[in-house]
Structure formats: C-alpha cells, structure tokens
C-alpha cells in the first residue's frame, strides 16, 4: 500500500463519496426545505447545509475506509486479490457509517453487514442478479441481459 496507483485510487474512491455526498445532501435540503421555512425561517439554509456536510461525511468516509481496508488487506496479505480484501474493507466501511451516525451498536451490526453483502456480491460474479434460466422460469416476458452462468 502506498504506491501512486493506490492513492490515485483512493482520491478517486474519495471523490466518487464526496460528490455522491454532496448530490444526496442536495437533494435531501432541497425535499426539506419547505419544512424548515416554517419551522425555522431564519436558519434553513444553516439547516441544509448541515444536510449537506453531513452526508458528504458519511459517503465520502463510507467509500474512503472502504478502498483503504481494501489495499490495506491486499499489501497485508501479499497482494493477493480476492473476496476477502473487500470483506475487510466493506466491515471498515460500515463501522464508519454507523460512527458517523454516532451509534456504536449500529456500527458493529453495519460490519457484517457490509461484510456479508461484499461477500454475496463477490460470490454471484459482481453483479446480484438472477440467472436468465431462473428469469425464464419465474418472469416470463422480463427481458434479462446476458450473462456468464
């Protein structure tokens, strides 16, 4: 850990978080904003700001502890690449959700949590969908991409 190509990485990961914050912020004052003129005329726009911050902390911490769990498992383990590195990291990012929600239970139930959906996601070939032989069987006319089986 610690190349170039880690921490382009990580800026990158860090980045995708921040703005995807900044977006879910956004939208989240802006559905808001009627409740707070009301409630607090003079400070809704304080109000959505903290939307705002709050939610860039917790995308962009989500998806920094995410990548640094990663390559941090990956260079302890002697870059070897596979479900585990991400499980670690995905079990860093949910602690981070759940501290950043200020909560620890929720932090060490988000761990595993994370975890586990890494790990599923991993297990199915990156992509969480049914097979088309499956889709067929049970969604007759739902049109289905292909995929390797």
Known sequence: MGGQDDMKLFATNMGFGLVGGLFAGSMQAIWNEPNYKSVMPKNY????????????????????????????????????????????GACGAGLVAGSVMGNVPVALTACP?????????????????????????????????ARPE
């Open 45 to 88: 726009y304080a109000k959505g700001m903290g939307l705002v911050k709050h939610n860039m902390i917790l995308l962009g911490g989500i998806a920094g502890a995410y990548t640094l769990g990663t390559m941090w498992t990956k260079s302890l383990r002697g870059d070897k690449e596979d479900m585990y590195n991400k499980m670690v």
């Open 113 to 145: 949590g994370f975890a586990f959906v890494s790990a599923v996601v991993d297990l199915t070939g990156d992509h969480m969908q049914a097979s088309p032989a499956f889709m067929k069987a049970h969604h007759p006319g739902v049109p289905t991409k």
